[in-house]
């Protein structure tokens, strides 16, 4: 159940296949439900800054997600994004990954409950 908001410096040529694939890789890596889609993507082209030694293309991908995930979890999320990335925005595209780790119990989901008390249906110790 994470949410993302990707943020680009430039507009995406194809965005549902760009959001399509971003999701895919969220299925594959974190094992999400294949119908867990909660994404906002937002392509400024004014009002995005970035470091002043770099003028390029720039994407940044956050995420909260359940806490749980290993480090080899997250280290092939990492590199499946940037890659997603590179093939939007071309090999200097920069990209970063910010993921925000949420415990379940401060996650708030169906009908007020506390994700802690919820069956989900997938897993976050992988």
Same mark, same amino acid.
């Given at each position: 159940?994470?949410?993302?908001?990707?943020?680009?410096?430039?507009?995406?040529?194809?965005?549902?296949?760009?959001?399509?694939?971003?999701?895919?890789?969220?299925?594959?890596?974190? =094992?999400?439900?294949?119908?867990?889609? !909660?994404?906002? !993507?937002?392509?400024?082209? *004014?009002?995005?800054?970035?470091?002043?030694?770099? +003028?390029? *293309?720039?994407?940044?991908?956050?995420?909260?997600?359940?806490?749980?995930?290993?480090?080899?979890?997250?280290?092939?999320?990492?590199?499946? !994004?940037?890659?997603?990335? +590179?093939? @939007?925005?071309? &090999? +200097?595209?920069?990209?970063?990954?910010?993921?925000? &780790? @949420?415990? =379940?119990?401060?996650?708030?989901?169906?009908?007020?409950?506390?994700? +802690?008390?919820?069956?989900?249906?997938? =897993?976050?110790?992988?």
């Amino acid at each position: 159940m994470p949410f993302s908001r990707i943020t680009t410096n430039f507009c995406l040529e194809n965005e549902s296949v760009f959001i399509d694939e971003f999701h895919k890789i969220m299925v594959d890596v974190l =094992k999400i439900p294949d119908n867990d889609r !909660l994404v906002a !993507l937002d392509q400024k082209t *004014k009002g995005f800054y970035q470091p002043t030694n770099y +003028s390029g *293309k720039y994407i940044v991908f956050e995420i909260a997600m359940f806490s749980g995930r290993t480090i080899e979890t997250k280290r092939k999320l990492y590199k499946d !994004l940037i890659a997603l990335a +590179s093939s @939007v925005g071309g &090999e +200097s595209c920069r990209a970063n990954v910010i993921l925000k &780790e @949420v415990e =379940k119990e401060n996650w708030g989901v169906e009908r007020g409950q506390p994700a +802690s008390d919820v069956d989900l249906g997938f =897993k976050t110790n992988i």
